[in-house]
């Protein structure tokens, strides 16, 4: 009687285990989701890197684009992700 009540704690414990692992990685990215003060930070840094200048208004849309797909690719490229076009 006490191995069975042995085996069904450690079932019990290897199952708790297991949802706690699956609910941490089952979350999806919500873009949505407020960001703080330093992911914006870091993230207006990321895109000057990448060659956006917020003062150049004259090719605005054409330099944002560029330095999107650029930021883009890096952080594909960081998560070991390939970016296809």
Same mark, same amino acid.
């Given at each position: 009687?006490?191995?069975?009540?042995?085996?069904?704690?450690?079932?019990?414990?290897?199952?708790?285990?297991?949802?706690?692992?699956?609910?941490?990685?089952?979350? @999806?990215? %919500?873009?949505?989701?407020?960001?703080?003060? /330093? &992911?914006?930070?870091?993230?207006?840094?990321?895109? +000057?890197? !990448?060659?956006?200048? @917020?003062? %150049?208004?004259?090719?605005?849309?054409?330099? /944002? &684009?560029?330095?999107?797909?650029?930021?883009?690719? +890096?952080? !594909?490229?960081?998560?070991?992700?390939?970016?296809?076009?």
């Amino acid at each position: 009687m006490k191995v069975a009540s042995l085996v069904g704690l450690g079932a019990l414990l290897a199952a708790v285990s297991m949802s706690t692992a699956f609910a941490q990685s089952a979350r @999806p990215y %919500d873009p949505s989701a407020p960001l703080t003060r /330093a &992911q914006v930070k870091a993230d207006l840094a990321d895109w +000057r890197a !990448a060659g956006y200048d @917020p003062l %150049d208004w004259i090719d605005y849309p054409e330099n /944002a &684009q560029r330095a999107g797909r650029i930021v883009a690719a +890096r952080r !594909a490229q960081q998560m070991g992700g390939s970016m296809g076009q």
